[in-house]
């Protein structure tokens, strides 16, 4: 299993930084690389407030992920570099793709790209855009990872061509093209029974963050496993992520001294009245030993790429030394980065 990490981007992810600076980002993502860690991953929203997470209604502000992207490519040259996700809304599919395919070519083939339906609404108040119901952003998404799988692969003499009610390409191809071969990975973000048939019959893979006990996921897998039995795929060649909540002690004490950090670095509200043992439910939690122990489990379960988020809420860091320890416990569960650029997709 592969252990990646969700980089702080946003006004509230370092505590005392506000706003988040560039240096702070690329100093994370330096770091995962030098512990080993296979993977560092920005999101895509144009501010992002806390109120879903039980924080205020601030509307914080964050670097924009295909840019953000490009400059890592250049910062750091073994990890892989992913989006987790980026919104259909935002871009046209086919320039999405044929950003993608640079992004690629910068990194030297260490590009993973995720897309999700939305799900902010103020992402398309920002952007002049109506809010659609779920049907039509489940439809838009997949038109999208058609459109840009498609174009990702026409290079060369081919073209690609699509033609549908929200997403269009006409004789489109990619030149230059991506490093990766047919083209980088896509995968698809979100945990509902339409999303998983839609992983299963478009994407390379899914993705879902950042609460899972083991058994929800099981049973997550089996919805996915039959979507794939009714397009004739099999289960196991999509590429399966998972992005959870973490945070390890050297022992317990060590453990509910870090919590109480993370607790005063994190915005207001998000935990108030939370406790350490609420908060092992649906997380990486423990010492070294048994956050080892919980990654081995999820890689008994089927977890190909496992995306730590360090902090409580997405893409926060609480302490880089937090990190560092969650690196250890990695290795201990014997993940092992990858060695050379261009890897396969899983």
């Not at 793709?97 to 083939?109: E, F, I, Q």
């Not at 609404?121 to 439809?139: H, K, N, Q, S």
């Not at 990766?180 to 299963?200: C, H, N, Y």
Request: hydrophobic share 40%; aromatic share 8%; charged share 25%.
């Amino acid at each position: 299993m592969r252990i990646g990490l969700a980089l702080p981007h946003y006004d509230y992810s370092v505590p005392g930084e506000s706003p988040v600076r560039w240096e702070t980002v690329v100093r994370h993502a330096v770091r995962a690389e030098e512990l080993g860690l296979d993977s560092v991953w920005v999101s895509d929203h144009v501010f992002l407030d806390l109120a879903k997470y039980g924080g205020d209604a601030r509307r914080y502000g964050t670097f924009e992920p295909v840019a953000a992207l490009g400059a890592l490519s250049r910062a750091v040259g073994r990890v892989r570099l992913g989006a987790l996700v980026f919104c259909e809304a935002l871009r046209p599919a086919s320039v999405l793709a044929k950003s993608v395919a640079t992004l690629d070519r910068l990194s030297g083939g260490r590009i993973d790209v995720g897309l999700g339906a939305g799900w902010y609404e103020p992402d398309y108040e920002a952007v002049g855009m109506e809010f659609p119901a779920p049907p039509v952003r489940l439809a838009r998404l997949a038109e999208a990872v058609q459109v840009c799988t498609g174009v990702l692969a026409a290079r060369g003499d081919d073209t690609f061509t699509f033609d549908g009610t929200y997403h269009r390409a006409v004789a489109a191809r990619n030149d230059p093209p991506p490093v990766q071969s047919p083209r980088p990975p896509v995968f698809v973000g979100g945990k509902g029974d339409r999303l998983l048939r839609l992983a299963a019959r478009h994407a390379d893979g899914w993705n879902t963050c950042w609460v899972w006990t083991r058994e929800q996921y099981a049973q997550r897998l089996e919805t996915l496993a039959r979507a794939c039995e009714e397009v004739g795929r099999d289960p196991g060649t999509v590429w399966r992520s998972l992005g959870l909540y973490a945070l390890c002690g050297e022992d317990e004490p060590d453990l509910h001294r870090r919590f109480e950090r993370l607790r005063a670095a994190t915005p207001r509200g998000v935990l108030d009245g939370v406790t350490l043992e609420d908060w092992r439910a649906g997380r990486l939690v423990g010492t070294v030993d048994e956050v080892a122990e919980q990654l081995s489990g999820w890689e008994a379960l089927g977890v190909e790429t496992l995306v730590l988020g360090a902090g409580a809420v997405p893409f926060q860091v609480g302490s880089l030394d937090d990190v560092e320890l969650l690196a250890a416990a990695a290795r201990l569960a014997g993940a092992a980065p990858s060695t050379a650029a261009g890897r396969s997709r899983r």
